[in-house]
């Protein structure tokens, strides 16, 4: 008889010893690159700025694709495209020449270039502020629509608070408020300057077009 020979029995428990052995190290495993993961997706989205330049001086402005990134994505598209170049503020909203006293606002308001109106892109679903959680505070990015989910390029700076603006508010009537998707981090004295300049007695939007509109020279990332 053998004596080195090894119980069966011994070389069973060692076996199954073995794979338990590597079952838990291939389980932790597992869980390290899982946490890792779910660490990377819990990451902040940087914001981008853009600098859109016009004839009344320089804005800075702060995309938030991380609370509204179906509203930042779209303008950035738009930026990227160049969309913005040639385009125009057309329109400055302020109580002394308001067409609605029911529920007043200040902003002012951009528009792509004009004879690029065909190659728009498709109107884009709606992030309520109920949703995103912002709100139209002063220097805020605000796009600007008709109906729910159609919004497209057009976009406006607000000036001052304007909570009638959010959802819920009264600006709109059918309450579901606008979408916020960034703020001004540098050029607010140009949005004032802007906000103050003349408007006429008729127009696009009434007493509310500024005349003559300020070009937009050109936007895009910084």
């Given at each position: ?25 291939l389980a932790g495993l597992a869980m390290v690159l899982l946490a890792s993961c779910v660490g990377y ?82 109107p884009i679903p709606m992030e309520r502020t109920s949703v995103t959680g912002l709100k139209h ?86």
């Amino acid at each position: 008889m053998n004596s080195n020979r090894i119980p069966t029995k011994v070389l069973t428990i060692s076996a199954e010893h073995n794979a338990l052995t590597g079952a838990v190290i291939l389980a932790g495993l597992a869980m390290v690159l899982l946490a890792s993961c779910v660490g990377y997706a819990h990451l902040p989205t940087r914001p981008v700025l853009v600098i859109l330049e016009t004839e009344a001086g320089n804005i800075t402005v702060e995309v938030n694709t991380a609370a509204a990134p179906i509203t930042g994505t779209n303008f950035l598209k738009y930026v990227n495209g160049k969309f913005y170049d040639g385009g125009i503020i057309n329109r400055a909203v302020r109580p002394d020449n308001t067409i609605r006293h029911d529920v007043e606002i200040q902003v002012i308001q951009f528009q792509s270039n004009p004879s690029r109106e065909n190659e728009l892109l498709p109107p884009i679903p709606m992030e309520r502020t109920s949703v995103t959680g912002l709100k139209h505070l002063n220097g805020v990015l605000s796009m600007a629509r008709m109906g729910p989910d159609t919004a497209q390029a057009s976009f406006s700076i607000v000036i001052g608070d304007q909570p009638e603006m959010d959802f819920g508010g009264k600006r709109n009537p059918d309450g579901q408020g606008f979408a916020v998707f960034g703020r001004v981090v540098a050029g607010m004295d140009v949005v004032k300057k802007i906000h103050r300049s003349h408007t006429g007695a008729d127009g696009a939007y009434k007493t509310e077009t500024l005349e003559p509109s300020i070009k937009i020279l050109k936007a895009y990332r910084k």
